[in-house]
């Protein structure tokens, strides 16, 4: 599976973004889908998830309210609405496929390379 994830920019506080995450060589509906960020010296850590349906989804506390995760089976494609955007978001943010867990990162199978979210002030 190769997950291209797209869709970051600089964008101001309170601004929103919709990143996706578009997946060739396999089909994405027996996978959990998810989304992770890494920013400048911290550890990566879980954003979001969603079932293979798409009908159960998950968020870490710091997004809930303001971040949305949805799938497109038909397109092969996970997407994240991000609204009220915080400088805090600033990440490099991965779209991530696993067949068990999805809050760590050694339960990930595949990962996408990387879309840079860049929140101002």
């Known amino acids: 599976v190769q997950l291209q994830a797209s869709g970051g920019g600089l964008v101001q506080a309170g601004g929103s973004l919709r990143l996706s995450c578009a997946a060739s060589?396999?089909?994405?509906?027996?996978?959990?889908m998810g989304w992770f960020r890494q920013a400048p010296g911290r550890e990566r850590e879980y954003v979001a998830a969603?079932?293979?349906?798409?009908?159960?989804?998950d968020y870490t506390d710091s997004v809930k309210g303001r971040f949305t995760i949805s799938r497109d089976n038909d397109k092969n494609t996970v997407y994240l609405e991000m609204k009220s955007l915080k400088p805090e978001d600033t990440a490099v943010y991965y779209c991530?496929?696993?067949?068990?867990?999805?809050?760590?990162?050694?339960?990930?199978?595949?990962w996408g390379q990387g879309t840079l979210v860049t929140v101002s002030s």
């Open positions: 969603v079932s293979w349906s798409g009908t159960s989804t």
């Open positions: 060589g396999s089909t994405l509906n027996s996978y959990l």
């Open positions: 991530a496929a696993s067949t068990g867990g999805m809050h760590y990162s050694v339960n990930v199978d595949y």
